[in-house]
Nanobody, 116 residues
Framework: VQLVQSGAELRNPGASVKVSCKAS????????IAWVRQAPGQGLEWMGRIDPEHGGAKYAHKFQDRVTFTADTSTNTAYVELSSLRSEDTAVYYC??????????WGQGTQVTVSS
């Protein structure tokens, strides 16, 4: 099993960013993909998850107005898009395979930096 994420991103405040997570080594539609972030000096923060098979998503309340999860079953790739970026969104973003209640495989992380 591998989850390979896209590279680091630098954005201005107010912009949007889209991070990808390409899955391999298992049946993509059989597991949720969750997204978690870690800001500098902070703990892990759960953002939500998507069911790649049906496209349904669940968002943490804090993110539900600015975050969109999508999944492309033709390429086994999940995406998170975060809009209206602010400096507090600077963090490493991780995708993880979610089989309740565990998160058993993780992407390598994508650094998103929001700075003017």
């Amino acid at each position: 099993v591998q989850l390979v994420q896209s590279g680091a991103e630098l954005r201005n405040p107010g912009a949007s960013v889209k991070v990808s997570c390409k899955a391999s080594g298992y049946t993509f539609t059989s597991y949720y993909i969750a997204w978690v972030r870690q800001a500098p000096g902070q703990g892990l923060e759960w953002m939500g998850r998507i069911d790649p098979e049906h496209g349904g998503a669940k968002y943490a309340h804090k993110f539900q107005d600015r975050v969109t999860f999508t999944a492309d079953t033709s390429t086994n790739t999940a995406y998170v898009e975060l809009s209206s970026l602010r400096s507090e969104d600077t963090a490493v973003y991780y995708c993880t395979r979610n089989t309740e209640p565990t998160y058993d495989y993780w992407g390598q992380g994508t650094q998103v930096t929001v700075s003017s």
